[in-house]
């Protein structure tokens, strides 16, 4: 199955499969799981189930997408510094024929997934046909790109709110949007403070200055329309907003102070403080909507 030109073991195609479905990005699509906290269902059994079903499904899709980037980018990612080790196709570790039936099988899983959520497996087609236009089209063109790659984090809300049989909240929508803008021009900002311009072909149309304004703004929005949500449905989760806001900060200190942001995955599981303000905002709005104060 695995065909490369040096000797790879067992062990290692196999690390290196695991690797190309990138599982430590999953961490997104907890986006997923939103709904279910908001509409305050976390101590229904089936409303937990039917979600975090959803949630496994769009694991599975991202994982998908990231094949067939990787596939796609394989020649610009063996000159790649970092990706030419780091990635296991570039890399030689997995072959491109092991990474098609990979994905094949994950396109299958999707297809049966059908059967059981088909509201939510279409969301998460939509999800997939965004994600081929991107990786074909859509990452060359500036702003598009950030925008893309946001939209993808609503989705994931949508899915949640499918998964669970009701409409999907304007505020929350409009508010995922404006987080997942922040993190999309953090990334750029530190692709291109790292890289420079060879990293993205996009990037070429960006500079730092300017992601740095696409971030605060997006960062304001995420801030204006978190409060707005909670004081108009939810008042007593207003104790968040400062849970929000401290996080807010304490990313840009990461990205800035120790350059972190290029990965948002890996600058949240390698700052303490970052893990602490998530779990701790995750756990007072279980307390407030199990509650339903």
Wanted: aromatic share 12%.
């Amino acid at each position: 199955m695995i065909e490369t030109t040096t000797p790879v073991s067992l062990k290692e195609a196999m690390i290196g499969l695991i690797k190309l479905m990138r599982p430590k990005q999953w961490v997104k699509n907890g986006f997923v799981l939103a709904p279910l906290l908001f509409t305050g269902e976390l101590l229904n059994a089936s409303a937990v189930w039917q979600t975090v079903l959803a949630a496994l499904f769009f694991c599975i899709a991202s994982s998908a997408t990231y094949i067939v980037n990787d596939l796609h980018d394989i020649e610009l990612d063996r000159c790649h510094p970092k990706k030419s080790k780091s990635r296991p196709l570039a890399s030689g570790i997995v072959t491109p024929r092991a990474a098609i039936i990979l994905l094949a099988l994950l396109y299958f899983v999707l297809l049966m997934g059908f059967y059981l959520m088909p509201k939510v497996l279409l969301v998460i087609a939509a999800y997939l046909l965004l994600n081929l236009a991107y990786t074909f089209f859509l990452k060359h063109q500036p702003v598009i790109d950030i925008f893309t790659i946001a939209i993808g984090f609503v989705l994931r809300v949508i899915a949640g709110s499918m998964a669970l049989g009701v409409d999907a909240s304007a505020w929350m929508c409009v508010t995922t949007l404006c987080l997942a803008l922040y993190l999309a021009a953090i990334k750029r900002r530190q692709e291109l403070a790292n890289s420079g311009v060879d990293g993205r072909t996009v990037l070429k149309s960006y500079t730092v200055k300017l992601v740095d304004r696409y971030a605060e703004m997006s960062a304001t929005g995420a801030l204006l329309f978190y409060s707005m949500f909670v004081m108009s449905t939810r008042p007593a989760l207003v104790i968040t907003i400062p849970l929000v806001l401290y996080g807010l900060f304490r990313y840009w200190y990461v990205v800035e102070s120790l350059d972190g942001g290029e990965s948002p995955t890996d600058a949240l599981f390698a700052d303490w403080q970052m893990l602490a303000v998530v779990v701790l905002w995750g756990a007072a709005c279980a307390f407030v909507l199990t509650r339903g104060i």
